[in-house]
Nanobody, 127 residues
Framework: QVPLVESGGGLVQAGDSLRLSCTAS????????MGWFRQAPEPGKEREFV??????????LYSDSVKGRFTISIDNAKTTVYLEMNSLTPDDTAVYYC??????????????????WGQGTQVTVSS
């Protein structure tokens, strides 16, 4: 497993935009599915699916809560996965995790399908 490293989190105001990045040192994404999940700070909140993309970039999947506001993409060099987040609201406050699924070829929202995880990056949206 190749360690995934997220970056780009921070503190923003409602309505602002933020772009998260996910890289794997010395690794080029290939056939695997790459996804973004998040976990809100409230007690009892489970990690939830945000978006996923196929290694080719041809297929994407979004949760209903972010569809139309967030965009997942992979750079042409296939070394970085991005999550562009627009129109942020306080409900988007969470630790955002990058994850990789090496066994599937179709993006999935199922957390159990992902076998490689980053350490997460904090996104805080103030009202």
């Amino acid at each position: 497993q190749v360690p995934l490293v997220e970056s780009g989190g921070g503190l923003v105001q409602a309505g602002d935009s933020l772009r998260l990045s996910c890289t794997a040192s010395g690794y080029t994404f290939g056939r695997e599915i790459m996804g973004w999940f998040r976990q809100a700070p409230e007690p009892g909140k489970e990690r939830e699916f945000v978006a996923a993309i196929s290694g080719s970039g041809g297929r994407t999947l979004y949760s209903d809560s972010v569809k139309g506001r967030f965009t997942i993409s992979i750079d042409n060099a296939k070394t970085t996965v991005y999550l562009e987040m627009n129109s942020l609201t306080p409900d988007d406050t969470a630790v955002y995790y990058c994850a990789g699924d090496v066994f599937d070829t179709i993006p999935s929202a199922s957390l159990e399908n992902y076998d490689t995880w980053g350490q997460g990056t904090q996104v805080t949206v103030s009202s």
